[in-house]
């Protein structure tokens, strides 16, 4: 099942409507496996921050936190899945957390194959080569965004307008969702150092 998942999944990348209207409506996709592609893109981002040829890599390396990327990029991920989820069922959308999710993970499988050959090609890329570079990734990127437009207006129904529609309005979604997190995060912090100082006071009058 796993073997089939996955060839599945590269189905997707040369009939994305067809794929993932099989994955919304008979159920073909694993979110698993979307998210084990998700884990392996964030590798591949870090691995390729990190280990990119000289050439290519202006950070430097002993300044990456390849944890702290890992999980941002989990982050982002989880966090735009939300805001579109929301976003979708207030405007008539079919397709279910999960079928978002999935479309997503797979949508990330571009970047994969482009970032690995990338890293390598980066070790013997001369200095006025290194368009090819920027080339290869930017065709796994653009890869990326017509996979995600194309699954989230398969698995919603959506007209190509209405598509870009929600998008943005996703984004949107996801600034607000990162406003009430850190004022969420602001007023418990409040709190704390307020039941603190009351302890304090308590303790020092006893």
């Not at 008979?26 to 392996?40: Q, T, W």
């Not at 006025?128 to 919603?156: N, Q």
């Not at 129904?157 to 943005?168: F, H, S």
């Not at 406003?179 to 308590?202: K, P």
Request: aromatic share 16%; with cysteine.
């Amino acid at each position: 099942m796993f073997k089939e998942k996955v060839k599945y999944a590269f189905y997707t990348l040369g009939h994305p409507s067809d794929g993932f209207y099989e994955i919304r409506h008979r159920g073909r996709g694993s979110v698993g496996l979307s998210i084990l592609f998700v884990f392996l893109f964030a590798v591949c981002f870090s691995a390729n921050r990190q280990y990119a040829g000289f050439v290519v890599n202006h950070v430097n390396p002993m300044e990456i936190n390849s944890l702290a990327e890992i999980c941002a990029v989990f982050l982002l991920f989880l966090l735009f899945c939300v805001g579109n989820w929301s976003i979708t069922c207030l405007m008539d959308g079919e397709g279910r957390f999960k079928d978002i999710v999935t479309v997503c993970g797979y949508a990330m499988l571009p970047m994969i194959l482009t970032f690995i050959p990338a890293i390598l090609f980066s070790q013997v890329v001369a200095e006025d080569e290194d368009a090819f570079y920027y080339l290869l990734l930017a065709v796994g990127i653009a890869w990326f965004l017509f996979l995600v437009l194309v699954g989230i207006m398969t698995v919603h129904n959506y007209t190509l307008g209405k598509t870009l529609a929600t998008m943005i309005l996703t984004f949107i979604a996801m600034l607000i969702i990162i406003f009430v997190v850190m004022l969420l995060f602001s007023l418990i912090g409040q709190v704390v150092a307020f039941v603190e100082s009351l302890y304090n006071e308590i303790m020092l009058r006893i």
